[in-house]
């Protein structure tokens, strides 16, 4: 059942996301002056379509994807009409071409922008301190108030801190007050206690009957204290039997047995293979102010660009293998697991894959819209337009690529998938 659903709502959500890649070619090239003849989502035989105007819109029977025709702009279709996309100028090509990445970007923008503004954002729900060596508090020092102002979570320690500050801590169970400048906040990070605050439906954790709420006490035998303490135990034991001790809400002490799973993740300029059972700190939801909300949706987006472009770095550098790549069944995949983790990871994942499809449209390889800006800017800077002979040569080069690409990473999801190492 879980399948099917992250099927189907992966292909509701990248034919959304690719409908408004297109809707933005087309409507600017309206716009612009050029004839769209048709506009599909989707490839292969139509399975609805129909005319208004001068375009045919149709679904295709392979929703991956989708396109608009542009009257011409393949090679072979030049015949020098004024609506034709070689017949327009060079920066209104260029809007054109950009426009269905622009969409892209701007829609993970306004999702991240949403989802912050409507369902808050997730704070540590903890004022307990894990201080660097230059810190004035100590480790498992609890702050209570601030600027005589009582702190509930991490979001209050972090706002109410002005440029000098009296804060209160419970130090060895005995009150202290502390006077700590705003610097003092980057020397200090929350400390978790080892209590499960969120749980992936089905993950390892799930499965040993570890639930929601329940602290961890023992790993192997071996006593832990805080989060960091049990999660650098199971992120060093990918695919090993670890014998967990917790206690639960509801049944007091358990004992089973939880196997990590093998995730690939970054470290620094490389990938390592860590252990992962499915579960999360604990946090409280916090509602913000309306600038605070734009602020933390840029960082947000900011965060996700970058991100996809340091993989780029690592591909070009070969400090990631092109095998990481994934395509359609990944997403599939990954569609499953963040519908596990709840709506929100969904929505935090469909932001990541609009942003990934507008970023990854921009590069210049023919015919992804980025070569096809690049020869528009090449035309503004020279004045002269890539002869037909060359656009061929190019669409062809491109075309190739693409089916390399497509068959290449359709082969790495299928390798993964079957083998057990779709992460």
Known sequence: MMAFLSIVVAILFLGFLIFIHEWFHFIIARKGGVKVPVFSIGFGPAIVKWKRGETEYKIGAFPIGGYVKLHGMEPGEIEGEPDEFYSRPAWIRVMIVLGGPFANLLLGFIIYLGTIGVMGIETPATTVVQPDSSSIFQKFDRIVSVNGEKVEDWFDVQNKFTDTNTVVVIRGGKPETLVAPME???????????????????????????????????????????????????????????????????????????????????????TVTVGMIGIMTPYRIRHVGLGLTFKLSWYQFEDTALKIFKVFGMLIKRKVSPRELGGPIAIVYLTGRSLKWGVKNLIYFIAFITINL??????????????????????????????????????????????????????????????????
Do not use: C, Y
């Open 358 to 423: 507008g970023i990854v449209n921009l590069i210049p390889i023919p015919p992804l819209d980025g070569a096809h800006a690049l020869l528009g800017i090449v035309e503004m800077i020279t004045r002269k337009k890539p002869g037909e002979k060359s656009l061929k040569i190019l669409e062809n080069i491109g075309f190739f690529i693409l089916i390399f690409l497509f068959l290449f990473i359709t082969f790495n999801d299928l390798f993964r998938f079957f083998t057990g190492k779709m992460h």
């Open 184 to 270: 003092e906040l980057l020397h200090i990070s929350p400390l978790f206690p080892p209590v499960v605050g969120g749980i992936e439906k089905d993950g390892p954790a799930a499965r040993a009957g570890i639930e929601e709420g329940d602290s961890i006490i023992e790993i192997n035998g071996k006593k832990v204290q805080t989060w960091d303490e049990m999660r650098n135990i199971i992120l060093s034991s990918p695919g090993e039997s670890l014998k967990v001790v917790w206690k639960s809400g509801k049944d007091g002490i358990k004992t089973g047995i939880v196997v990590p799973e093998e995730t690939k993740t970054m470290q620094g300029d490389s």
